[in-house]
């Protein structure tokens, strides 16, 4: 790929975050949030039993990110659901997956090629709502980083991070699912690209807008995709990590404390003679204390 088509596509991902996109990748991010929906165990009886409860369920799929920014920056809540042909067009996606006769809608959008078209669409949409946010968040805090950082990851991951409030709409409570504590890739890579957004913003990292949104629309695609068609919940991530977390997050001066106070009695090392040599003048002690109560008893 040449200078100049690379160019071309740069501004053209800046101005998907610009603009409005157009209904074909609204389309496609609120088929593949309902779809992620309906893999959920329990969400089809729920949508047959509790309609309503199923159809609330969708639209936080769909626009919990907007729910969560609104919630940071102090909006009404309810400011996104003005939007009335987006609603209408998320109520029939939902509709045509869970209700379609003979699940022919659901089985044309589960087709492999097909899902993983939709699935690129909704990563460029991921990435246009967090440049869209950081900088929604930065007319307002011009100084304010973390509040950046902030509202774009939850545009960018909104629906995971309310994943437990969606759950008690479903009648399910599983806490031990929290996203803070697992944390799903587009999770992680919405963290990592609020913080690179919010340096580009600041003027800190020295890119243009355009070439970071083309990068990371790039990015993202490719590691959505890769993951989709391999069916793998596993994260790009992962061996970084491996190797900065036990440097950055593991004190070497709470090490051994920890492996002094985790080591059994009875081991091997160099606290298990000290220990047992202790253990004996306590037990001749108290032996020598019941011959005592044994005596003055008699």
């Given at each position: 790929?040449?200078?100049?088509?690379?160019?071309?596509?740069?501004?053209?991902?800046?101005?998907?975050?610009?603009?409005?996109?157009?209904?074909?990748?609204?389309?496609?991010?609120?088929?593949?949030?309902?779809?992620?929906?309906?893999?959920?165990?329990?969400?089809?009886?729920?949508?047959?039993?509790?309609?309503?409860?199923?159809?609330?369920?969708?639209?936080?799929?769909?626009?919990?990110?907007?729910?969560?920014?609104?919630?940071?920056?102090?909006?009404?809540?309810?400011?996104?659901?003005?939007?009335?042909?987006?609603?209408?067009l998320a109520s029939a996606v939902w509709y045509l997956i869970f209700f379609c006769p003979l699940d022919l809608f659901y089985k044309c959008v589960c087709f492999l090629p097909v899902k993983l078209?939709?699935?690129?669409?909704?990563?460029?949409?991921?990435?246009?709502?967090?440049?869209?946010?950081?900088?929604?968040?930065?007319?307002?805090?011009?100084?304010?980083?973390?509040?950046?950082?902030?509202?774009?990851?939850?545009?960018?991951?909104?629906?995971?991070?309310?994943?437990?409030?969606?759950?008690?709409?479903?009648?399910?409570?599983?806490?031990?699912?929290?996203?803070?504590?697992?944390?799903?890739?587009p999770t992680k890579a919405s963290l990592y690209g609020a913080i690179l957004f919010t340096l580009q913003q600041t003027r800190w990292l020295p890119v243009s807008k355009a070439s970071l949104v083309?990068?990371?629309?790039?990015?993202?695609?490719?590691?959505?995709?890769?993951?989709t068609a391999t069916h793998s919940h596993s994260s790009p991530f992962d061996v970084l990590e491996g190797y900065l977390c036990p440097v950055l997050f593991r004190p070497v001066w709470g090490g051994?404390?920890?492996?002094?106070?985790?080591?059994?009695?009875?081991?091997?090392?160099?606290?298990?003679?000290?220990?047992?040599?202790?253990?004996?003048?306590?037990?001749?002690?108290?032996?020598?204390?019941?011959?005592?109560?044994?005596?003055?008893?008699?």
């Open positions: 790929m040449d200078l100049l088509s690379a160019l071309s596509l740069g501004e053209l991902a800046l101005s998907f975050s610009r603009v409005p996109l157009f209904p074909v990748f609204d389309l496609s991010y609120f088929i593949v949030s309902i779809l992620y929906l309906k893999y959920e165990p329990g969400a089809v009886e729920l949508s047959q039993r509790h309609p309503m409860a199923s159809w609330l369920c969708a639209m936080l799929h769909c626009f919990g990110s907007y729910i969560l920014a609104d919630l940071l920056l102090g909006e009404p809540l309810i400011d996104y659901f003005s939007n009335n042909s987006s609603i209408l078209i939709f699935v690129a669409m909704k990563e460029v949409v991921r990435v246009r709502k967090i440049a869209v946010g950081i900088h929604h968040a930065h007319h307002h805090y011009h100084h304010g980083w973390f509040i950046m950082i902030a509202t774009g990851w939850v545009k960018g991951s909104g629906v995971a991070l309310m994943s437990n409030f969606e759950q008690l709409l479903r009648g399910v409570w599983k806490p031990e699912t929290n996203e803070i504590l697992h944390m799903s890739f083309f990068t990371f629309t790039v990015f993202m695609v490719s590691c959505k995709v890769f993951l051994n404390q920890h492996d002094n106070h985790g080591r059994p009695h009875g081991g091997s090392g160099p606290s298990s003679p000290h220990s047992a040599l202790s253990t004996k003048p306590k037990e001749e002690l108290s032996e020598g204390s019941r011959k005592k109560k044994t005596k003055k008893a008699d």
